[in-house]
């Protein structure tokens, strides 16, 4: 159920997210005696998508989930499901494929409930979460719009409304079924990974004057 390899050079094109902590997208279990792939902490491998097996428990989890009259699903972490040689290991088509799945098996049961992908990325590469704009989008009803979000506390702090404005004038057209999340705050609080490093020095300077505030 688990992306396994003999050593921990496959996929080098992968970033580390969690930079601070992780030295590897690779961690060694001493028992199988192989690594594992996780895209955050160690201690959060990756289950394997290329397995069909794998592919039917996340339906079947899901189902269950629906079954108990759950409104939908928040699709954490959604655009490394797969990972590919040769690529950085996000937004692949495999994906995109597997959403597709979802979405059908939720319309054909379930069509009054939602899947909200969580993608912390620019709209450019969000917006394909939605799916095929020609047919109204057949992947996720909503998506985390992750930019706007430290946008708004400038804008607050700027008494201005052009980091808003701007970034919205920048963000692309989404089926007419479909909706972005736009969000204040939640666990990720205020994430400033979606704005340029200008934008991110001025945050760092008017909301973490401290340096022990950065974290």
Known sequence: ????????????????????????????????????????FSHQPDLNYDNPDVQDAML?????????????FRLDAVPYLYAREGTNCENLPETHAYLKRVRAEVDRLY???????????????????FGDPVTGGDECH????????????????????????????QTPKIPENCQWGIFLRNHDELTLEMVTDEERDYMYAEYAKDPRMKA
């Open 1 to 40: 159920f688990y992306v396994w390899n003999d050593d921990d050079e496959k996929y080098p094109d992968a970033r580390i997210i969690f930079v601070d902590t992780e030295q590897s997208n690779w961690t060694y279990d001493p028992v199988r005696g192989q690594y594992y792939w996780h895209r955050f």
């Open 60 to 72: 079947e989890n899901l189902r269950f989930w629906l079954d108990l009259g759950i409104d939908g």
């Open 111 to 129: 069509p009054d409930r939602v899947l909200l992908a969580e993608a912390n990325q620019w709209p450019a590469d969000v917006v394909e979460y």
């Open 142 to 169: 909503m998506a985390f719009h992750f930019p706007v979000m430290p946008r708004i506390f400038m804008a607050v702090r700027r008494e201005q409304r052009y980091p808003i404005s701007e970034i919205m004038a």
